[in-house]
């Protein structure tokens, strides 16, 4: 409802996107509909249209340990939002939510009340004037409540929407009202108006580019409209916690504790599932140790509600059977999501037994010295060796009087990770990949050979497993080989590291990546198709040709593309980053405002001529003054040796750079940008292709031009014809469409001017007419309301086994008293709806047509009481 109200207000309706923040530092994962948009926010990047409108799934862990204690706190929910980029403001803005929950959700106005900024008088007269509220209805609040900011930047008022769920949500103090931490007056919308831009200092300017911000929890909303007692008692939300109570055997509302792993698990399988989805793995850091938190939380709970053996993954399908409709990657994820919960279930079920006897006997020893701090050394040791993250062995003492010593934790895990770093072991705590490289020789080396060929034969100096350095590899081992010379290219400066195979006599290693490790090694990382590897072994290393060529087009295309950006927009662009592989080309560069569609051309034909010109690629190694005075680019606070090696296209182009390039710019073939967005303050980037990859995406591109003409049975030449003409047959038709809907309702209406009734001196005209809409009743009202002169017009239509209703009031109807929006109160629950509006004009919806001729019998009894007031 929400979306399509939005996109009949001129709103692009956008996907969810993924819990994982896009180019975003700031956050660990998007915690508000707001978050994934900050580009357009800001003016990196350009928004698709300057009205968005989504659903966003979010997640937040600030407040984890109340989950489940309340019934309040959740760690995922969706939230709702309706976005302006500098298009409309708080007019529309406010129209829109009071039209949304008054007419589309049907709210009862009389248990709505807005707040707004305490200075925001403009927002208040909208409120008072234009929607009608009463000024006593309106609640001005303070910086804390009713102004968003986050730091510097832009920022200002916000204008909520409480509604009154009654007194039994109540606290029932006197003078409880809105603002009251009882569970009574719950907020459900939020209009933030981003109007100011706060330089840090607190001293604020007026935004040219204002900006709307909606943000509207959907549990929230739907607590509010199901009339439930919290988000766990939402139809879709219950059925998962219903799940949880069949599984363990346990009733919900029965015990307290029960009702908060009840809550727990239910709320926690619900993120851990959206979380998996989005490619989220558990780990120890970041946003995969969130994960692994919130699984292992839902793990132990289930434990303290007797439920037996793995049953997450179980929930899980629970999750997506009734997410999926709005969400299908979790259908399509669904056996990676169900596998990862079932490992780390696994995992923490192999632990958690040891680990809670050790905890036990740790708590009787603090008991038996009269201590409450766990010591610091102790709480590490469950967490390094029983895989009991801190924050759980935090939540059980807690649950029992207890705490921990965390300075002491803390000093415990450095300490680890010192003795680690000088272990010539793995050690469980830094990781595979971080531990198993530093356990190598320091005196093994390689060199690369790969300038100038794609296969060398050499020796095995070193191989190991993901977790360990070992003699041999065998089949289907996963593992890292290191030889003495390479023609393989390992990751860097922006360049991926080949990919291709390594044999020997009796065996096949397909190379997935190439990296540099430190002691000047390169690791061929892949697995062993077929055989064994083992150390000393001489074998022969082969390149993918097809990869490397396509990777060589695209990094000498992003020399080409720096200069000619340098030429096009100024010297100011310098390199701030770039990513060249098989696929495609990313380049990062300083500069302030969005390309214009012309500078992008022009960029795009300045390489493309360079290619045309068949330039020879030359490479030099220089000293590095020999380098500077050349005229050779640095790449801004790269660190340079003694020597180094300079990449020259003629005179046009000339770089450090120690990539593999093509001999001759001619073999790029062509060059074509894609997009250009901003990634962070200052800094731009390009994305484009070469080569192959060009004449793919044309053809591709024609692929769906031919699909498209196709489909509107017409040719790729005589498209765009084709289309002008149906846009203006459907231009026609809805005209006509809405003619003869419009003839049709006065046809079934039929002359019913006979059926005015005098009510205390005012003409009514009430009637019910069959299977109009609700514009068409607009129209019909508009119509009726012109013949009767004076007077109230009240229309109620059944379709679609739904009731519209429809009243108006003429200017001289309204000063002996008649009031549209109240008329329509008063009848509105009649046909089992609500609704309201204006003075002069209101509507409502019903979902019972059985009770339209009682309505429309009662319009008058209402009418004839607001004239006699």
């Not at 005589?718 to 003869?740: G, P, T």
Request: one cysteine or more.
């Amino acid at each position: 409802m929400f979306l399509e109200f939005f996109e009949s207000k001129g709103h692009l309706a956008m996907k969810s996107f993924s819990l994982v923040p896009h180019n975003d530092n700031s956050l660990l994962l998007i915690n508000s509909g707001m978050a994934p948009l900050k580009p357009y926010f800001t003016g990196q990047e350009i928004p698709p249209r300057r009205r968005v409108t989504t659903c966003q799934k979010c997640i937040r862990t600030g407040d984890i340990e109340n989950i489940g204690k309340t019934a309040r706190h959740g760690t995922f929910f969706e939230m709702l939002g309706n976005f302006s980029f500098g298009d409309y403001f708080k007019h529309e803005a406010i129209a829109w939510s009071w039209e949304f929950l008054t007419q589309v959700v049907g709210l009862d106005p009389d248990r709505l009340y807005p707040s707004v900024y305490e200075n925001d008088d403009e927002a208040f007269a909208i409120w008072q004037n234009e929607i009608g509220i009463a000024p006593e209805r309106i609640f001005r609040f303070g910086k804390e409540d009713n102004f968003w900011e986050h730091g510097s930047g832009p920022c200002g008022p916000c204008s909520e929407i409480y509604y009154d769920r009654g007194e039994k949500y109540g606290c029932g103090k006197p003078g409880c009202t809105v603002g009251c931490d009882c569970d009574r007056y719950i907020e459900v919308w939020n209009n933030v108006f981003s109007q100011f831009d706060n330089d840090g200092h607190g001293n604020y300017s007026e935004l040219k580019q204002k900006n709307i911000d909606t943000g509207m929890g959907l549990e929230r909303l739907a607590v509010v409209v199901q009339d439930v007692d919290s988000i766990f008692d939402v139809d879709t939300i219950r059925a998962l916690r219903d799940r949880v109570c069949e599984l363990s055997g346990k009733e919900y509302h029965k015990e307290h504790a029960w009702d908060v792993s009840i809550r727990i698990i239910t709320d926690h399988i619900r993120s851990a599932t959206f979380m998996i989805s989005d490619g989220i793995l558990p780990s120890n850091e970041g946003r995969g140790y969130v994960l692994r938190r919130i699984i292992r939380r839902a793990a132990r709970h289930g434990r303290l509600l007797g439920i037996d053996g793995k049953f997450l993954a179980n929930l899980s399908t629970t999750v997506i059977e009734g997410s999926k409709d709005g969400y299908p990657e979790l259908e399509e994820k669904k056996d990676f999501i169900l596998n990862v919960l079932t490992q780390e279930e696994d995992k923490f079920n192999k632990t958690i037994d040891q680990g809670l006897a050790i905890l036990t006997d740790l708590e009787e020893k603090m008991t038996a010295e009269g201590k409450t701090v766990m010591d610091g050394e102790d709480a590490f040791r469950l967490y390094d060796t029983y895989g009991f993250p801190i924050d759980l062995t935090k939540e059980i003492l807690e649950e029992r009087g207890f705490s921990i010593d965390e300075d002491g934790f803390n000093a415990a895990m450095q300490k680890q990770r010192e003795m680690a770093r000088k272990a010539r072991k793995a050690t469980n705590y830094m990781g595979a990949d971080a531990t198993v490289y530093e356990s190598l020789d320091p005196a093994i080396t390689s060199s690369f050979v790969g300038y100038d060929k794609l296969e060398a034969v050499s020796r095995i100096s070193a191989l190991t497993t993901e977790d360990e350095v070992v003699e041999a590899l065998t089949d289907g081992d996963k593992g890292t080989i290191i030889v003495d010379a390479t023609p393989f290219y390992g990751t860097m400066g922006g360049q991926e590291g080949d990919k291709g195979v390594i044999t020997s006599a009796d065996g096949k290693f397909a190379v997935e990546d190439t990296i540099h490790l430190k002691g000047g090694k390169i690791g061929h990382v892949g697995y062993v198709v077929s055989g064994m590897f083992k150390l000393d072994d001489e074998v022969t290393l082969s390149v993918d040709k097809g990869n490397r060529s396509a990777t060589c087009k695209n990094h000498t295309a992003t020399h080409l593309l720096q200069k000619a950006l340098r030429d096009v927009l100024g010297t100011h662009v310098e390199q701030q980053g770039s990513l060249n592989n098989a696929g495609h080309l990313r380049f990062d560069f300083s500069h302030f405002s969005a390309m214009t569609a012309e500078e992008l051309a022009q960029v795009e034909k300045a390489v493309n001529e360079k290619i045309a010109e068949n330039i020879p690629v030359v490479t030099k190694l220089m000293t590095l003054d020999e380098a500077k005075k050349s005229g050779a680019m640095a790449l801004f606070g790269e660190k340079y040796g003694d020597t180094v090696r300079v990449v020259c296209v003629d005179d046009y182009s000339k770089e450090f750079c120690g990539g593999t390039h093509v001999s001759n710019t001619g073999e790029i073939q062509a060059f074509k940008i894609l997009s250009e967005s901003g990634v962070a303050a200052g800094v731009r980037r390009i994305e484009a292709l070469t080569g192959q990859g060009v004449f793919d995406y044309y053809n591709d591109l024609e692929k769906k031009l031919e699909e498209a003409a196709k489909t509107v049975k017409a040719t790729p030449a005589n498209l765009q014809e084709k289309l002008e003409h149906l846009m203006a047959d459907l231009k026609s038709l809805q005209a006509e469409n809405e003619s003869l809907k419009s003839k049709a309702a006065k046809e079934a209406l039929g002359d019913v001017m006979d059926q005015v009734q005098d009510v205390n001196g005012v003409k009514l005209l009430a009637v019910s007419v069959a299977d109009v809409d609700m514009n068409g009743l607009r129209d019909l009202g508009d119509q009726l309301k012109e013949k009767l002169g004076e007077g109230v017009v009240v229309l109620a239509s059944a379709k679609d086994g739904k009731v519209n209703l429809i009243a108006m009031a003429t200017d001289a109807a309204m000063k002996q008293g008649a009031h549209a929006g109240n008329l329509i109160k008063g009848i509105a629950a009649l046909v089992g709806g609500g609704g309201g509006g204006r003075p002069n004009m209101a509507q409502a919806g019903g979902k019972n047509p059985a009770g339209i001729d009682a309505a429309i019998a009662e319009a008058a009894k209402v009418l004839a009481g607001q004239i006699d007031k």
